[in-house]
Each structure stands twice: as C-alpha cells, then as structure tokens.
C-alpha cells in the first residue's frame, strides 16, 4: 500500500505526466480499487493516505469522478479516533485545497460543509497539535479560498500568520510565503515590492529543486502580477516560454491565462479586434471549466466578464462564474451584469429582479415604489430620510411621516424579498450599489464619457450616436408628475437635447439625413425642444425644402399648445416667416 501510494505521489511529481502511460493507470486502478474495496482491511490511517494521494493525482489529470471516488472510499475513516492528527491534518489539507479550487464535493452526512470548513479545521489540529507544517498548508490554501470569493479582508493577517510559522529551513515554504506577498503588495499598488517577491519564490523553488508542477503556480502569481501592473504582452511571454515544460491540466490551463493576457492587451489598447479575442478566451475557458482563472485580480476577470455578457459571448459561463466567485461588477458597472435589482426610471418606470420583470401587482405599493424612485433620481441615488419623509408625506407631522417611511419601507423590502437592496445608515437611504443597478445613473456615467466640457460637436465620440440612439425615453414616463422629480426630469430632457444638437450638427456636413433623424426623433420625445426644432428648421431650409420647414414649425406650435405654453420664440417663428403663407393649408 505505502509503495504504491509512493509511487502515485512520484507521477504527480514528475515533470511528465502519464495521462497515456498504461503502466500509470494501472497503478491509478490498482491503489482505488484496493481503497473501495479495502480487501486486506488497511487501517484508516493508511487508507486516508492512499485517499490524499489520489486526490492530488485527480487534479493532475483533471479526473472528477477519480476525485469524488477518492473522497467517498474514506468518508467512514474521518472519524476513526484511531488516525494520527497530521494524518488526519494533512488529508483536509489537500482535500480542502483541491476540492475549493477544482473539484467541488457534496455528500450527505460528510462532516465538512465546504472545502473552508475543512481547512479550518486543519488549521485547528495544526494549532492544537503543534504541528506547523499541517498549520501552515491549512492557511496557505484558506488564503486561496479567500481569493477564489473575492474576499480580501483577512488576506494579510493570514500571510502574516504563514510568515511567522514558516519554517527558514524549508525552501518551499520560503517560496509560498514570498508569493503570498507578492499578491498582497500588488494589491495595494506596490508593484517595487510585488516584483521582489516574485525575485524570492523564484529563488527559493529553485534552490528547493522544485518539480515544475510545484513551480507552475509560482509563475502564475508572476503572472498575475504582471497582469495587475498592466504588462500583458510580458505576462504572456513569461508563460509562452513555459508551456513546452508543460502537460495535461498545467499546460491547458496556461494556455487559457495566455489568452487573457491578449484580451485585456487588445481591451487597454482599444483594439478593434478586442472583441474576437475576448470570445476565443471565453470559449476556451468554457471548455476547460477553470474557474480559478485570474484569482489574484478578480477586477480584471470581472472586467473581461461584463465586456462578454454585453456582447452575448458565453453569457451562461459568465453568470456562474461572476456567481461563484462573488465578482464585483465592474467601475462602469455594465447593464448586463446579473443585478440582484435593476431599477428602470427612463422611458417609464418599471423593476427587474434577478433577470426577471418584477410584477407589480393590481394595486402596487405607491408609496413604497416612490422611496425607489426618489432614490433613483438623487445624487449618488443617496437621499435622506428627513428629506424622504418631506417630499412623500407632506401633510404628515415628523412622527406620522417616520412611521409611515418605517412602514413604506418594509413593504418595499417585502416586494424585493430581500433586505440587503436597500441600505440604512446614518439617517441616510441609498441602494447597495454592489447589488443595484439605475439605469438613470448609467445614462449620465455614459453621456458623461461621450462628451467634453467644452460642449464643442468635435468633441463627441463616435459612439454618441448610439448613445443617443439607445436613449429609453424621458423620466417618469406616462407618469403622473411629481414636484421632487420635476428638477430631475427636467435635467434629462436638457441633456438629450444638447446631445442631439451637437450630434446634429456634427452630421450636417457629411450626413443631413442623419442630422435629420436625429432632430425628429429628438422632438418625438420632446415635441416643445424649441433649440432641436430651430436647428431641424435651420437645416430644412438649406436645402430649399420651405414646405418642410412650415410643417415643423406647425407641428412645434401645436406642441406647446397641448403644453400650454406660450407661442413659439419670435427667433424660430421669423426663420419660417416669409413661407407661412405660401405653405400653410
């Protein structure tokens, strides 16, 4: 039993692997038939051992069902009291670790609910035991499985930890400390520092004569931190010089972060053919399911997602994945991201809940919904609760206002399901902005990047148009209208015009039908745009089209008198003038 665990434990070791070795997979047959059926009655001990290896060589080859039958053989054995602590230790060690990154396992009756579960609890037996070395694999995988949920909160007290426990003798344990280090200053921007780290692991896997299935992750975490100081092109060539040292699960594997590193080089460098790269990454992750990809910079990973799911590539994948690791949407926080809520305000209001149109029902909460939209309308969607009370419940004293907000407030937490959409603090309302998105807030964050401060046309980019184009409809629509909302409604509708009068007027040289169209769908939204009308007219008649012109002129004053407003300025009415009579019917 021990020689062939030994020998397992070498293939995995070994710089090639075995996947086509028949003598390998004998041997991989040979040790779990004898683990199932236990024909020679091995002590748990032994047979616990046996499991760990296995379970290492189904990461190796990418074998779940290796792993899950390596786990099941064993499940009794956990608890025989008779098994040594670092037996024990170093088996939830590797379980924990390959389990969290690879293969995830569910089982009932199993005594760890997760693979952290199992680390901590290694952990504890390391602690308790006085046995560092199961301590220390214990926290250098919890700090993966930190990273794998995008959880960076304890990430330095547990490298700490390792530091202090890591054994100078060793010069893996040298190397792990280093790399851990590395992740840690080039998340805070310490790329001087992140870079002698790298240096350091790379020194110690050397002097330690480290197996290159030992080394890989190291030049991953290189990598990565490569990746983080924007130097894709370097990033990828570190790997493309590795990958004919490479097999099986390793080789695949960098040859997806290979792809990564393109895409985020083509997205940085605005390259047309991004979007060609991003999808061959995408569909080779698909194929490999390697959803540890980019642990170190989940932004980058996030950012790559969003861009995929706003073009349709492997949106599927992309929902899981952003699921799985508990990814943060993006800072331009994409409409397509899987919001828990999306609140829609232009073009009518209406609520989406996990990807699905939100009934309502016949008589809907009013009230309620108006602390969404007052929030939805108020800068950074922040509004407080004094103010809230003020505009919703005006006739109310202080006290009947706080109660009736109090009440308003739960059913709307009632009709969303949850309680963590809607945040309170410091007599302060706003939406969790990592789980809400306003589709107000993203109009202004796109406007704002499609224009300039100078206001000049030339200062558009090209992708106004379809900014505008996209345009939902104005705030509130169909809505009866509330004063709170009118500075905000009125603050849309003078933003679009300006948009469709600069657009136009970038198009009139080149492209009058163009400006045309953007001038008539302008004044469908807001038939009294008196400067989109003027502008509309103007361009009609440079080009002789006077009865046009009249009728644009007729349409715009019966617009303001459905309004009730005053007649057309005098400026608009005098462009028109000498044809009124001539083409009015």
């Not at 396992?105 to 070395?133: H, N, V």
């Not at 059913?411 to 007599?427: S, T, W, Y």
Request: hydrophobic share 45%; proline share 5%; aromatic share 8%.
């Amino acid at each position: 039993m021990l020689v062939r665990i030994g020998m397992v434990r070498a293939l995995n070791f070994g710089d090639e692997y075995y996947p086509n070795s028949p003598a390998g997979q004998k041997l991989e047959t040979e040790l779990l038939e004898r683990l199932t059926r236990n024909p020679d009655h091995d002590p748990s001990g032994l047979r616990l051992l046996a499991s760990e290896s296995l379970i290492e060589h189904s990461v190796s080859i990418m074998r779940a069902d290796l792993f899950t039958k390596a786990v099941d053989s064993v499940v009794e054995d956990l608890s025989d009291k008779e098994v040594l602590p670092w037996v024990l230790g170093m088996w939830l060690v590797e379980f924990g670790a390959k389990s969290g990154r690879y293969f995830s396992y569910k089982r009932r009756g199993f005594p760890y609910p997760s693979a952290e579960a199992a680390l901590r609890e290694a952990i504890a037996i390391g602690e308790r035991e006085s046995l560092k070395g199961v301590e220390f694999g214990g926290l250098y995988h919890l700090q993966m499985q930190m990273k794998f949920r995008n959880d960076f909160a304890e990430l330095h007290q547990v490298v700490e930890r390792l530091a202090e426990i890591a054994d100078s003798r060793f010069s893996t344990q040298v190397a792990i400390v280093a790399n851990c280090y590395a992740t840690l200053h080039a998340r805070q921007g310490d790329f001087a520092a992140a870079y002698q780290d790298c240096e350091r692991f790379m020194a110690a896997s050397e002097a330690a004569d480290e197996p290159m299935v030992e080394r890989w992750a190291h030049y991953i975490t290189k990598f990565q931190v490569l990746l983080a100081d924007r130097k894709p092109r370097e990033a990828a060539a570190l790997l493309r010089d590795l990958l004919p040292r490479l097999e099986g699960g390793a080789r695949k594997r960098t040859e997806i972060c290979i792809l990564a590193a393109a895409a985020l080089e083509s997205l940085w460098d605005q390259d047309p053919h991004y979007g060609d790269r991003l999808k061959v990454f995408m569909e080779a992750l698909r194929d490999i399911s390697w959803p540890m990809v980019l642990l170190n910079v989940p932004e980058l990973l996030a950012e790559l997602l969003g861009d995929a799911l706003e073009r349709g590539i492997e949106p599927k994948l992309c929902r899981s994945l952003i699921a799985e690791r508990r990814l943060d949407s993006p800072q331009r926080r994409p409409a397509a991201w899987p919001w828990p809520l999306k609140v829609h305000v232009l073009g009518g209001f209406r609520l989406e809940l996990d990807g699905n149109p939100l009934n309502l029902g016949a008589k809907p909460p009013t009230k309620a919904l108006d602390i969404l939209r007052v929030l939805a309308i108020s800068k950074d969607n922040t509004c407080s609760l004094e103010t809230l009370q003020d505009w919703l419940w005006p006739d109310l004293d202080r006290d009947q206002a706080r109660a009736a907000c109090e009440q308003a407030l739960h059913r709307l937490r009632k009709l969303l399901g949850r309680i963590d959409l809607i945040v309170q603090r410091e007599g302060k309302l706003r939406p969790a902005s990592d789980k809400v998105w306003v589709d107000l807030a993203d109009w202004d964050a796109r406007l704002k990047a499609v224009t300039t401060a100078n206001g000049e046309a030339a200062g558009l980019r090209p992708d106004a148009e379809a900014l505008f184009l996209a345009f939902p409809g104005p705030l509130f629509l169909h809505e009866r209208a509330s004063f709170w909302s009118l500075a905000a409604a009125e603050k849309v509708r003078r933003d679009l015009i300006d948009l469709a009068l600069r657009i136009g007027q970038r198009l009139e040289a080149t492209n009058a039908h163009g400006a045309r169209s953007i001038y008539l769908r302008t004044l469908d939204l807001y038939p009294d745009a008196g400067p989109v009308c003027r502008a509309l007219i103007k361009e009609r008649l440079s080009r002789r089209d006077f009865e046009c012109a009249v009728d644009d002129y007729a349409r715009y004053e019966r617009a303001l008198r459905a309004a009730g407003e005053a007649a057309p300025a005098a400026e608009i009415r005098a462009l028109v003038e000498p044809y009124l009579v001539r083409h009015m019917r």
